[in-house]
């Protein structure tokens, strides 16, 4: 990559518990672990890796330690936002060097060259719901943000509620209620980002709300299924997890997926044996 280039990873909905907890009968800390084996070997030039929420899933102090233990491992530095299920004091116990805006939100705005990186703390602690929320002072800080973001490059919001719907609708339930107030500061402000990412959904989905490009991160654990009618209860799955890769350049934009739990064959496409079926 060139300097002006940016290289960073996104996981999303680990739901980590105490050391041992399993949900759904996956360990977090397991796939947490493949995780990290893959993105160390693979993508060393990585600015960070960004957790987009959902980091615990009933927000206890021994959930985040065990997290923590878990991260040690890790070679890039770690960002980590909080999502519906997380708990602002347990976690700031455990990583107490973590984003504060200065009203105690788990929020920021960084400067790279190739892009800035504002996240977002949309947790609803105070209302104990699962909707996502932005108040007052998150909101000034929103546009605080907006204004101090160079114009010069690309800025890529990350939050993890949706803010607008999604056609899942169990999911949907769950939105962001402070939509029309973002919005509002957007263009107050004249500056929409140019990217938004999400966890919560843990669907892999790809759209634009009102013109802005969003995507939504499949879910380090277990996935929402694929179904748009159930109106009440979530419908789950046990399909394979990914991480996604981010590639920001002067050019493009860029988001692959990897399925790091893959372990079937790897072969040349015109390889006769393969296209045959079978594989050495």
Not at 72 to 89: Q, V
Not at 184 to 195: I, K, L, Q, S
Not at 244 to 252: I, W
């Amino acid at each position: 990559m060139s300097g002006h280039d940016l290289a960073f990873a996104i996981l999303t909905d680990a739901h980590f518990g105490p050391p041992g907890h399993t949900l759904y009968g996956i360990d977090p800390r397991v796939r947490l672990d493949a995780a990290i084996d893959v993105i160390n070997r693979d993508h060393p030039d990585l600015a960070f890796v960004l957790f987009a929420g959902d980091l615990a899933d009933l927000g206890e102090a021994e959930a985040y330690e065990n997290l923590a233990g878990g991260l040690a491992r890790l070679k890039a530095p770690a960002i980590l936002m909080l999502g519906n299920h997380d708990r602002r004091g347990p976690f700031r116990t455990v990583f107490p060097d973590a984003d504060d805006d200065g009203n105690g939100f788990v929020q920021a705005l960084r400067i790279f060259p190739a892009a800035s990186i504002l996240t977002l703390d949309t947790l609803d602690e105070d209302g104990q719901t699962h909707v996502g929320t932005l108040c007052v002072k998150r909101l000034e800080f929103l546009e605080r943000a907006l204004r101090e973001a160079p114009e010069d490059r690309p800025l890529l919001l990350f939050q993890h509620h949706h803010s607008g719907k999604v056609g899942v609708r169990s999911m949907d339930r769950y939105i962001m209620r402070d939509a029309e107030a973002q919005w509002a500061v957007f263009e107050r402000v004249g500056r929409r980002p140019d990217a938004m990412f999400h966890g919560h959904v843990h669907r892999p989905i790809f759209g634009l709300w009102r013109g802005v490009p969003y995507y939504i991160q499949r879910s380090l654990m277990h996935q929402v299924g694929f179904d748009f009618e159930a109106p009440d209860q979530i419908p789950g799955t046990l399909e394979a997890p990914d991480y996604a890769l981010v590639r920001v350049s002067p050019e493009a934009l860029t988001v692959h997926h990897r399925s790091f739990l893959y372990d079937g064959p790897h072969f040349w496409l015109h390889d006769e044996t393969a296209v045959e079926g079978r594989f050495e």
